[in-house]
């Protein structure tokens, strides 16, 4: 089974997000791509703000290959679900205060360094005529840590 434009563009930016190679990560996306965390109502807008926001991301803790749910795509939108687990560290708190600055409910996450998580994630993503990953809407649930 081949895999579809959209899923294909999508794994290539997760990827390199894994490896931690930046300019690759947005080498995947339009300069005015708009990646919305609709549980919290932040928008980035644009390849430096993603950057940004992917970097101190993975700053946020130790994190174990991501448990892939499910995946789809056609030529133009895709879906992306996995598992997140890891170890806080110490950015976690800014980090987490980051993703609910637009929020008028905070997200319960008040982990200390060491704790695990575990976030359930999905993606809606769209690419543009140029193959390059438009839009994102994010999805994300944010129980306490697990321990």
Known sequence: MSESAALTRWLTASAAVQQRNWDAAVACLAHDCEWTL???GLRLSGTDAI???MQAGMAAGDRAPPEVKSAFGTDTDGVFEYI?????TTSV???????SARSSSPLAVEASPGYRYEFHVCFLFRLNEAGLIAEVREYFAAPPPVG
């Open 38 to 40: 609709v549980p919290t």
């Open 51 to 53: 950057r940004g926001f």
């Open 84 to 88: 997140s687990r890891g170890v806080a």
């Open 93 to 99: 708190g800014d980090f987490a205060t980051s993703l």
